[in-house]
């Protein structure tokens, strides 16, 4: 799973590093001549849309944006919840408060908060971002809490606590590298989540504004013409789960190799 993941995943990243490479018509560039065009034309490999734009370059401009969108809300929820989870699993005092405002965040459907935050901050990239990280911030708090409360009664850390070490040392250096195995794991389903999550924000709206090539913005300019030219939304489609799907093996491999539970348990 980890190997297949991990080339899923590689292919979906050439693909955006590539886009010029791969196809040199711009993603925005309209031509009515062109419209409906259907796969396998000479201009347009996987067709056109309804006003003539390459569903191609559409396509791969498209991955650049939810790579960019995953990558900075892995990085936003990733440095939050470790924080959040870290003084909340550690400090005795603040586990009540953090985690219960936590917890009344993940009372609500993920993506109807993201909805409803990413609508209340306008349409765009950035907006986005905030919303996601918002959302998966506190599932990555709750792992990291769950891996402290282990760690903080520990031998080795009440051995580093006798000799003096200051509870920042001890965070720093003898609890949050023991975390690095869960978190790394969590923040590659958290990648994924972002990445489909982006594109149900883009086709209802709330993501990044038209003409920004998104795949969810093409699903939404093609739903009215799935009967006579479904390849505007087959492909996108195709795209997203081939994303998700390699995200999704990337994490369950990563789990299976860095658990030693699960290592014990195949020896």
């Known amino acids: ?38 796969p ?5 490999p996987l067709g056109s849309d309804a006003i003539g734009r390459d569903v191609l370059s559409r396509l791969v401009h498209g991955a650049r944006v939810s790579l960019r969108i995953g990558t900075f809300v892995v990085l936003a929820a990733g440095v939050a919840g470790t924080a959040i ?7 005795r005092a603040l586990d009540g408060p953090l985690m219960r405002t ?5 009372a609500f459907p993920a ?10 901050l306008g349409p765009s990239e950035v907006n986005v971002v905030i919303a996601l990280s918002a ?7 709750r792992v990291v809490r769950a891996q402290v409360l282990v760690l903080r009664d520990a031998e080795y850390v009440q051995a580093a606590r006798v000799a003096g070490a200051g509870d920042a040392f001890i965070l720093r250096r003898h ?15 958290v990648f994924a989540y972002a990445v489909l999550a982006e594109a149900v924000l883009s086709f209802l ?3 990044p504004p038209p003409p920004t090539p998104t795949w969810g913005n093409m699903i939404a300019d093609g739903r009215n013409f799935i009967r006579e030219a479904p390849w505007i939304t087959m492909m996108p489609g195709i795209a997203i789960s081939i994303t998700v799907l390699g995200l999704n093996l990337l994490g369950d491999g990563l789990r299976d190799v860095l658990d030693p539970r699960m290592q014990v348990a195949q020896a």
């Open 175 to 189: 609890i949050l590298p023991n975390c690095t195995a869960p978190l790394i794991v969590q923040l590659t389903f």
């Open 1 to 38: 799973m980890l190997v297949i993941g991990g080339l899923l995943l590689l292919c979906v990243i050439a693909m955006a590093l590539a886009a010029e490479l791969i196809t040199p018509i711009s993603p925005t560039r309209m031509s009515m001549r062109t419209r409906f065009s259907p």
């Open 135 to 141: 959302v998966y911030a506190p599932r990555t708090a």
């Open 85 to 91: 989870g870290a003084l909340a699993g550690y400090f």
């Open 111 to 120: 993506i109807l908060l993201a909805i409803a935050i990413a609508a209340a």
């Open 40 to 44: 396998g034309s000479p201009l347009h």
């Open 205 to 207: 709206g709330v993501g």
């Open 102 to 106: 936590m917890d009344a965040l993940m």
